[in-house]
């Protein structure tokens, strides 16, 4: 008797896997992603994620405090 696998998902739950934001980054700047992707042993894509959201807490911060 086999069980059926479920897909595994690296995406935390409630992310919109079909709406992906596409960005466009200079060679230096992919590179870079991969680099240190590889380096924490993350996909692009989800360290890319995590770069997103640190910047964003970031801005949002800085937009604060000029208002």
Do not use: F, H, I
């Not at 924490?40 to 997103?52: Q, Y």
């Not at 807490?57 to 405090?65: L, T």
Request: hydrophobic share 35%.
């Amino acid at each position: 008797m086999t069980t059926a696998k479920t897909p595994r998902t690296r995406s935390p739950r409630g992310v919109l896997s079909d709406k992906p934001v596409c960005v466009r980054l200079l060679p230096a700047e992919r590179q870079k992603l991969e680099r240190l992707a590889l380096q924490e042993n993350r996909s692009v894509s989800s360290l890319a994620r995590l770069v997103l959201l640190e910047g964003l807490a970031v801005y949002e911060s800085r937009s604060s405090r000029a208002s």
